[in-house]
């Protein structure tokens, strides 16, 4: 089984590599600077690095790279820099989605392909009726007209769930929404919701960088996990909260 993380350079995509090659997975990543992985992963036999941007790469090499993979992970998000933020590419996470989903499409593999999100548990799955306050709408609708990695998650899920849908023949998708990211070292129990059960923006629960990626590899791993959240965006928070 071959997996492509995108984003892999980043604090969560380090760690999804890292748990994928420790159950025996092989590994495909595109990155623009392989420095920020462990030397575990850097010396790893089992994984492949292909050193570029994702948006700059053309869609006949994309086809070639998601070739042969059964799932797709990205955990790309923007640089916490005034430039990450606010500078081109805006829809990073949308472009890059966008353009691995139709790679995974154009090359027709046998089985479905899985494709993974990193997203955010601000961003509302508008195909269930998830209530929030109006104080809560208000912030979220500043942060769409202010903060465009914000839009740009929302935009991204909205691709996945109304252009692919959830019966597209060739490719299957799960949108992991976590609630407050923190750093643990060791993984730990976590719960995954349909919807958030408490507010992304007054009252935000933990998820830890290492469970997203425990998720992840889960949901790669584990048909039956898959089978339930796919064409969804769970909500992921750790099982305790401190
Ligand atoms: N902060 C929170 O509490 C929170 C909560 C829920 C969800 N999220 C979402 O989680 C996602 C990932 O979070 P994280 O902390 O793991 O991210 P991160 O450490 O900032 O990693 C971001 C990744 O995206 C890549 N990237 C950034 N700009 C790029 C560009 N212009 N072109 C190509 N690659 C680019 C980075 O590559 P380089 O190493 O080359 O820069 C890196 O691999 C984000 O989408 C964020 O919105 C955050």
Redesign the pocket.
Known sequence: MTILV?????????LVVEQLLHGGKRVKII???KT?LSDFAQKHPQLTVIKA???AINDEQLAQIVQGCSAVIC??????SFA?MFA??RA??TD?TQKLCEAIISHKANNRVKFIL?????VRNLDLDEKISNAQKAVIFTLRHLLP??R??EQAAAYLRTTIGTHHPLLTWVSI??????DHLQESDYKMHPSPTRSAIFD?GI?S?IN?ASAMRDLVCDELLWEKWQGRMPVLYNSTQA
């Open positions: 995108v984003g892999a350079s980043g604090a969560t995509g380090r990155v623009r600077d920020n941007n994702i948006l955990t790309l998000g923007h640089n916490l990450g081109p590419p990073l996470v890059a990193m997203n955010s548990s601000g990695p914000h740009d998650n929404r976590p609630d407050a990211l923190v935000s998820c960088r997203v």
